[in-house]
T-cell receptor
Framework: ETGVTQSPTHLIKTRGQQVTLRCSSQSGHNTVSWYQQALGQGPQFIFQYYREEENGRGNFPPRFSGLQFPNYSSELNVNALELDDSALYLC????????????FGPGTRLLVL | RKEVEQDPGPFNVPEGATVAFNCTYSNSASQSFFWYRQDCRKEPKLLMSVYSSGNEDGRFTAQLNRASQYISLLIRDSKLSDSATYLCVVKGTEANNLFFGTGTRLTVIP
């Protein structure tokens, strides 16, 4: 196991609602990246947090936002949920922002009805 | 144009077969390349990094052709346990993010 944990494992929401997903990085890792994986697709980069600051963002709208806490755990918040937000949300931690190896958590499966 | 393009398969091969996966990437400035493996309903796990000189890890061989912007993975003597989706991954040049292909599904048949 990678030591990266995510909660909850599964979640069902309705359109327009808001959701918060959580990630605890591997011990000693200060960088967390979030990815969205739709069914049948590869993961797509949402954003990265390094030492509590956003350190890069993919092509996702502002209703996708995040936080990183002093213990380097992280949250992904999605407002005004849309049906297309249904996906597996993965977080990955790395030792430093420049480190290439990212270790993925088991993901949170979000279904938006 | 997608950053990483992969043949989604599926590839169905008998045990013991050799199978090759290929992918292409669009950004010629990319420097780091990987193959990840993803089992059904699980998270991606790093299989191996890909170096210009090519690298081998047991039955797995990865190759990079920078001129053609092409990455390959060869699996020899396929095992049932190799059944999974194989994701071609390229590290971004602006942010420290990873660009994933759609994945190639492999099923090894007894």
């Amino acid at each position: 196991e990678t030591g990266v944990t995510q909660s909850p494992t599964h979640l069902i929401k309705t359109r327009g609602q808001q959701v918060t997903l959580r990630c605890s990085s591997q011990s000693g890792h200060n960088t967390v990246s979030w990815y969205q994986q739709a069914l049948g697709q590869g993961p797509q980069f949402i954003f990265q947090y390094y030492r509590e600051e956003e350190n890069g963002r993919g092509n996702f709208p502002p209703r996708f936002s995040g936080l990183q806490f002093p213990n380097y755990s992280s949250e992904l918040n999605v407002n005004a949920l849309e049906l297309d937000d249904s996906a597996l949300y993965l977080c990955a931690s790395s030792l430093e922002a420049v480190q290439e190896t990212q270790y993925f958590g088991p993901g949170t499966r979000l279904l938006v009805l | 144009r997608k950053e990483v393009e992969q043949d989604p398969g599926p590839f169905n091969v008998p045990e013991g077969a050799t199978v090759a996966f290929n992918c292409t990437y669009s950004n010629s400035a990319s420097q780091s390349f990987f193959w990840y493996r993803q089992d059904c309903r699980k998270e991606p796990k790093l299989l191996m990094s890909v170096y210009s000189s090519g690298n081998e890890d047991g039955r797995f061989t990865a190759q990079l052709n920078r001129a053609s912007q092409y990455i390959s993975l060869l699996i020899r003597d396929s095992k049932l346990s190799d059944s999974a989706t194989y994701l071609c991954v390229v590290k971004g040049t602006e942010a420290n993010n990873l660009f994933f292909g759609t994945g190639t599904r492999l099923t090894v048949i007894p």
